[in-house]
T-cell receptor, first 112, second 116 residues
Framework: GESVGLHLPTLSVQEGDNSIINCAYS??????FIWYKQESGKGPQFIID?????DKRQGQRVTVLLNKTVKHLSLQIAATQPGDSAVYFC???????????FGTGTRLKVLA | DAGVTQSPTHLIKTRGQQVTLRCSPK?????VSWYQQALGQGPQFIFQ???????QRGNFPDRFSGHQFPNYSSELNVNALLLGDSALYLC???????????????FGDGTRLSIL
């Protein structure tokens, strides 16, 4: 299928290691954030979300950290697997604006 | 539980033509947003529809228009196509919150539009 993110920053990790993907968001007033995973030829798939009244949220094998002071979001993936290989996007929104702003994306490559 | 479905999956048009893309939201969702994703970039917000009205619009010319039907499905229309309109067009659905807080948007796999 079509390749997503031909010229995106790339993070290469060994299978079984932990991955950390970072994102700088643009609007200090944004109050809701989402991480998406996009595989080649597919649409973005929801991974995890966090609201601005939290600084950490955990899911299955994933953790999102929010630092509002420096407008920074990170996604941690534990025990990275080959199926985690994809492009990862963060998205932000401000309640009431109805529009989501996506970051530029990071390609994650899992090495066997 | 049906997810977001889009049609067609691929489309080839020439400059100056018009195109209509279609989207059916995830079951239970009432709000549809459209995005344009150029190769190597993140999705860019075009507009959002709820109750058959455009609620918010991104920075796109009015060659881009849309419609939402009573069954919540939606269409994206693009007139006077330009080479730069070549992209993946994504539809996302969610539940309307009336501005009371963000909600996850669930995406379809998109329509790949190529302009010759």
């Amino acid at each position: 299928g079509e390749s997503v993110g031909l010229h995106l920053p790339t993070l290469s990790v060994q299978e079984g290691d932990n991955s950390i993907i970072n994102c700088a968001y643009s609007n200090s007033a944004s109050d809701y954030f989402i991480w998406y995973k996009q595989e080649s030829g597919k649409g973005p798939q929801f991974i995890i979300d966090i609201r601005s009244n939290m600084d950490k949220r955990q899911g299955q094998r994933v953790t999102v950290l929010l630092n509002k002071t420096v407008k920074h979001l990170s996604l941690q993936i534990a025990a990275t697997q080959p199926g985690d290989s994809a492009v990862y996007f963060c998205a932000e929104t401000l309640s009431g604006t109805y529009k989501y702003i996506f970051g530029t994306g990071t390609r994650l490559k899992v090495l066997a | 539980d049906a997810g977001v479905t889009q049609s067609p999956t691929h489309l080839i048009k020439t400059r100056g033509q018009q195109v209509t893309l279609r989207c059916s939201p995830k079951s239970g969702h009432d709000t549809v947003s459209w995005y344009q994703q150029a190769l190597g970039q993140g999705p860019q917000f075009i507009f959002q529809y709820y109750e058959e009205e455009e609620r918010q619009r991104g920075n796109f010319p009015d060659r881009f228009s849309g419609h939402q039907f009573p069954n919540y499905s939606s269409e994206l229309n693009v007139n006077a196509l330009l080479l730069g309109d070549s992209a993946l067009y994504l539809c996302a659905s969610s539940l309307w919150t009336g501005g009371r807080g963000g909600q996850p948007q669930h995406f379809g796999d998109g329509t790949r539009l190529s302009i010759l």
